[in-house]
């Protein structure tokens, strides 16, 4: 079992950063895929970009390309969501996800999920 904690959420002004974590306890990521997904009210939890367990490998949301880097650090059990050049549209819930499957983009291709942290962006 894998417990996931995101941290890291808030309110900034449009052109502005966050960096969102994802802590895992219980057993440790080695081995899994963490992915951020994001749901804003009234609309489906959205595919924002994934990393494989070793860092080497990242997939992205086209909305996410250019603006977002994920990245991980095993020896902390953590991974990051750095988000830049935020805009009104990336206002949602959160969430991280941790996965065995390759670099799934599906919401059924993870099998732990953290509880969100909100992300509110003002124009």
């Known amino acids: 079992q894998v417990q996931l904690v995101e941290s890291g959420g808030g309110l900034v002004q449009a052109g502005g950063s966050l960096r969102l974590s994802c802590a895992a306890s219980?057993?440790?990521?080695?081995?899994?895929?963490v992915g951020w997904f994001r749901q804003a009210p009234g609309k489906e939890r959205e595919f924002v970009g994934t990393i494989s367990w070793s860092g080497g490998s990242t997939t992205y949301a086209d909305s996410a390309k250019g603006r977002f880097t994920i990245s991980r650090d095993n020896a902390k059990n953590t991974v990051y969501l750095q988000m830049n050049s935020l805009k009104p549209e990336d206002t949602a819930v959160y969430y991280c996800a941790a996965a065995r499957a390759v670099l799934p983009t599906s919401p059924t291709g993870y099998d732990y999920w953290g509880q969100g942290t909100q992300v509110t962006v003002s124009s």
């Open positions: 219980g057993r440790t990521f080695s081995g899994y895929a």
